[in-house]
């Protein structure tokens, strides 16, 4: 089964930028939308932004402007740009499907922001 593997986190100041990666090898890759989750300490997983297999892209109203979604559908990896991070986006991030059967969740990759 399909498990993503994330990575790019760290610990970063107000204001600073990370760029998360996503490897989410699966012959059905390019076919399917993908997302960006996050889950905060004693919050539910929330979606950040989505990417459909042909570009189409969304965002949640609270990262928009500050973050970018991309795809690599040669590469089967999917990026998440963040600029402008702030301590509210404190989080394990993750990527998955977006809608459909999902893949298994990953570990995800942790982002720290200090104020």
């Known amino acids: 089964q399909v498990q993503p593997v994330e990575s790019g986190g760290g610990v970063v100041q107000a204001g600073g930028s990370l760029r998360l990666s996503c490897e989410a090898s699966?012959?059905?890759?390019?076919?399917?939308?993908m997302g960006w989750y996050r889950q905060a300490p004693g919050k539910q997983r929330e979606l950040v932004a989505t990417?459909?297999?042909?570009?189409?892209?969304n965002y949640a109203d609270y990262v928009k402007g500050r973050f970018t979604i991309s795809r690599d559908n040669t590469q089967k990896m999917v990026y998440l740009q963040m600029n402008s991070l702030k301590p509210e986006d404190t989080a394990v991030y993750y990527c998955n499907k977006y809608g459909g059967n999902q893949y298994r969740w990953g570990q995800g990759t942790q982002v720290t922001v200090s104020s």
């Open positions: 699966g012959s059905t890759f390019n076919l399917v939308a």
């Open positions: 990417i459909t297999s042909g570009g189409f892209i």
